[in-house]
């Protein structure tokens, strides 16, 4: 394929635009980090619908959609601990509850106002609660790991590590892997995805524990073994989380899941990997960190 310069143009405007918003919410506080997540959320769950749509050949009802967003976000903000909190109201406490009520209100209300209601496409959409509202909310819950707190008040913060680290390691992984398949890449991984390798996705996976464990261990004082294991569970769930979705998109007959970033697809496009990885390295935290 000839090199278009106006793709190009594109596609590196868009990256550094998004980069630039993901590394100032991540980075900024844990407010920030939580809005970025939120709209996050909200994007991938209304793409994830859209692909159900074209799967089930059915059109789900608006209040049916904003239903289940408003059920998922009241489980996001489930996870909201001691940091975020508003003088002495915890989002956990005092806004979960009214978030999920309201979600499940819109719900039977979609229900009623369905002029067909299919069974297996409101499952299915229901799985999204687990696929998108559990894996954000428990973005949210690592991002509290490493905050400090002094009467009740985050005094200390490093709760960016974890998260920014698992999100780089994504990152570091799929470029790896799509630089090392271009180069010697011969062997097709998945019938789902015909363009990722074998030589490339391992390529992408042992770079990523490669500079990750080395800036881990060196530069952020973390030890060696999670500074190895978090970029490899990243890495390797990831993998699954993309070829996850691509899948989706296979059954619904779309090549992006949206066009909210020209050039780059939407929401479930970017943060796939982030979807089935995100559970895997809080899972690790709980058990041998926390």
Known sequence: MPFNWKIFQTRTLTAA???????TGL??????????FSVIHFGCWWEYLRLLEKIHNR???LYTKL???????????????????ISNYQLNENFSLPVSAAGFAMLVLGIFQAKNFKLKAFGAAALGLLYISLSWALMISLRQYGIAFLNNSPLIDFGTIIPTGLIVS???NDTMAYIVGSLIGKTPLSVIS????????????????IIIGVIGYYFINISLLSSIIVPALASITGTFGDL????????????????????????????DSMLLATPAVWIYIQLFLW
């Open 170 to 172: 994504i990152w570091i």
């Open 194 to 209: 015909p363009k990722k390798t074998w030589e490339g996705t391992i390529g992408g996976i042992m770079l990523a524990i």
């Open 67 to 85: 239903g289940f967003m408003l059920v998922g976000y009241a489980v996001m903000l489930l996870f909201c601990g001691k940091a975020f909190a």
């Open 59 to 61: 059109v789900y009802h």
């Open 27 to 36: 980075l900024w506080n844990q407010w920030s980090f939580l809005v970025l």
């Open 244 to 271: 996850l979705e691509s899948k989706l998109k296979r059954m619904a007959g779309v090549k992006d899941s949206g066009s909210i970033m020209p050039g780059h697809g939407g929401f479930l496009d970017r943060f």
């Open 17 to 23: 635009v998004f980069a630039a918003v993901m590394l």
